[in-house]
């Protein structure tokens, strides 16, 4: 993890790169395309047949759904939270680009992410540990 930036109040803006498991993307992949062929509608295709032109946008649904899972958990592995749950980080649209033509559904992947965070308060550490036991 890098820090790119001090934002004061405690918060920096940080640059940290994030693995995804090849489980976990094979999952999120099978989950996705199931729920699309359950809906899918396309003209020229039989009711619940994906066509290909749209498996980019099914590897891109996938590639943001590993993002939502492990985020935060990268995140809180730094001893860190989001210094502002109303503003996620995302990737931009090259980074998706990228991502999704070197997508296959069985490998895992990685993404570089930059965040605005700040470091857990040990109260809340105290609390969370409290919990776990």
Do not use: H, W
């Not at 946008?57 to 809180?76: N, P, Q, Y």
């Amino acid at each position: 993890m890098e820090k790119l930036e001090d934002l004061g109040n405690g918060a920096a803006k940080y640059q940290f790169k994030v693995d995804v498991d090849g489980q976990m993307s094979k999952d999120s992949y099978v989950a996705i395309m199931k729920d699309f062929k359950k809906n899918a509608q396309f003209p020229g295709f039989r009711k619940g047949t994906i066509p290909p032109f749209m498996i980019p946008k099914v590897k891109s649904f996938v590639i943001l759904d590993c993002l939502e899972k492990t985020l935060g958990e990268a995140v809180r592995e730094q001893g860190m939270e989001l210094a502002d749950d109303e503003k996620r980080p995302t990737l931009d649209d090259d980074q998706v680009s990228v991502l999704t033509k070197a997508f296959s559904e069985t490998e895992g992947f990685s993404y570089t992410i930059e965040a605005e965070l700040k470091a857990i308060e040990a109260e809340e550490e105290a609390k969370e540990e409290a919990d776990a036991a």
